[in-house]
């Protein structure tokens, strides 16, 4: 059984940071693209940031520039450093792996960006 988990979400102030983290646990024989999505109230759940097994990195438009993503391999997890936070950013951020070529989701970490 595989898991993802995530940690870190919470609280933050307008132009402040706060990273997240995930990690793959369970009988992982192959890692490959891990990326972070968000889903907002009433919205559509989106694609924030990918990184593939090679380190390769992909992002969305509106977070060009403001979030960063990274992984450790040797300890399965993959973090989203997020800075210069605004409102719109507040979501519920989702860990999202392709673990022995199959698709899995985390339970998601709650993102709240306010004054």
């Known amino acids: 059984q595989v898991q993802l988990v995530e940690s870190g979400g919470g609280l933050v102030q307008p132009g402040g940071s706060l990273r997240v983290s995930c990690v793959a646990s369970g009988r992982i024989l192959r890692l490959n693209t891990m990326g972070w999505y968000r889903q907002a109230p009433g919205k559509q759940r989106e694609l924030v940031a990918t990184i593939t097994s090679g380190g390769t990195t992909d992002s969305a438009d509106s977070v060009k520039g403001r979030f960063t993503i990274s992984r450790d391999n040797a300890k399965n997890t993959v973090y989203l450093q997020m800075n210069s936070l605004k409102p719109e950013d507040t979501a519920v951020y989702y860990c999202?792996?392709?673990?022995?070529?199959?698709?899995?989701w985390g339970q998601g970490t709650q993102v709240t960006v306010s004054s």
């Open positions: 999202n792996a392709e673990v022995n070529w199959v698709n899995y």
